[in-house]
T-cell receptor
């Protein structure tokens, strides 16, 4: 079965620190990859996505993620976090077969990021 | 203003009662989804529908039922058979299944 692992359950950083959140998936074929963010009291929203092309993708609010196919990873990074980045972050994967996406997304369990001012 | 609406925001029910959560979208999306969010467990898929009049079970469908009679609506019924129904329920939609999903604000269900 498809699985998505986010190894960091809770990350605590001070403002201006660099951030890297890990995401690994288990499907061996072609994938579409997503990072979602849920700010306190707000809707879950898309941070960035990778479908094809340059494996380094940039998203909103200075976030970026790198797809490393050989490692089945799609880690999220930000060079300098702010207090307003405090939120829960979810990685998600969709399997692609013969050029078509297959139904659902598979979500990781989420990483809670707390940034201290 | 396009988006996904879920109502109500908070819902209280007595144990043993069925309850239906509403989800409506005006994004003209084909696919719709229901998730359950519990602390530390991420988003778990209950049901999803790739097109009108069709739906599939997700990972935790037991004790839940859905219908998809209209493109814009995907109501979720939490039945009395669901052993632990108290949770935060999220509805989402995407233009086609497997693509980027857009989420509603959620309904927090508390069963007393």
């Amino acid at each position: 079965a498809q699985s998505v692992s986010q190894h960091n359950h809770h990350v605590i950083l001070s403002e201006a620190a660099s951030l890297e959140l890990g995401c690994n998936y288990s499907y061996g074929g072609t994938v579409n990859l997503f990072w979602y963010v849920q700010y306190p009291g707000q809707h879950l929203q898309l941070l960035l996505k990778y479908f094809s092309g340059d494996p380094l993708v940039k998203g909103i609010k200075g976030f970026e993620a790198e797809f490393i196919k050989s490692k089945f990873s799609f880690n999220l990074r930000k060079p300098s976090v702010q207090w307003s980045d405090t939120a829960e972050y979810f990685c998600a994967v969709n399997r692609v077969y013969r050029g078509s996406t297959l139904g659902r997304l598979y979500f990781g369990r989420g990483t809670q990021l707390t940034v201290w001012p | 203003d396009g988006g996904i609406t879920q109502s109500p925001k908070y819902l209280f029910r007595k144990e043993g009662q069925n309850v239906t959560l509403s989800c409506e979208q005006n994004l003209n999306h084909d696919a719709m989804y229901w998730y359950r969010q519990d602390p530390g467990q991420g988003l778990r898929l209950i049901y999803y529908s790739q097109i009108v009049n069709d739906f599939q079970k997700g990972d935790i469908a037991e004790g839940y039922s859905v219908s998809r009679e209209k493109k814009e609506s995907f109501p979720l019924t939490v039945t009395s058979a669901q052993k632990n129904p108290t949770a935060f329920y999220l509805c989402a939609s995407s233009i086609v299944s497997g693509n980027e999903q857009f989420f509603g604000p959620g309904t927090r269900l508390t069963v007393l």
